[in-house]
């Protein structure tokens, strides 16, 4: 059964190149297009994995809703990848060994997404 990856993102051309990606490589992917959804696809659907934007509706969306999957006790394990142009826009860089307290993430991707690292990091944080 091929495992199921979520993503979070307001970007319908990304989610859709991510789609075509995983889905070459595997995976099953379902998405939601704001941070309410998410959450609501994650417990009604129980993927593997969840990719998250952190800039939907709000510039921060992305890590409230990275901090109540976490506060959840049913989704709490869930893995989840942050997705982020941060950086390019702003030069602040996140990196989940030092910002684990601030953000509890298990990794971080700068947008725009390479492909092949992508399925890598999708495959290096999924639960077997």
Known sequence: MAKKVLIIDDDFDLVEAMRITLETAGFEVIDAQDGEKGLEKIRL?????????VMMSSMDE???????IRKESSIKDTPI??????GNQTGFQFDPGK????????????KPVNPKKLVD????????
């Open 62 to 68: 992305g890590f409230h809703v990275a901090y109540k």
């Open 81 to 86: 990848i942050m997705l982020t142009a941060v």
């Open 99 to 110: 910002d684990a307290d601030f953000l509890p993430v298990d990794a971080f991707l700068e």
């Open 45 to 53: 659907e129980a993927p593997d994995i969840v990719l998250l934007d």
């Open 121 to 128: 990091v999708v495959r290096q944080n999924i639960k077997v």
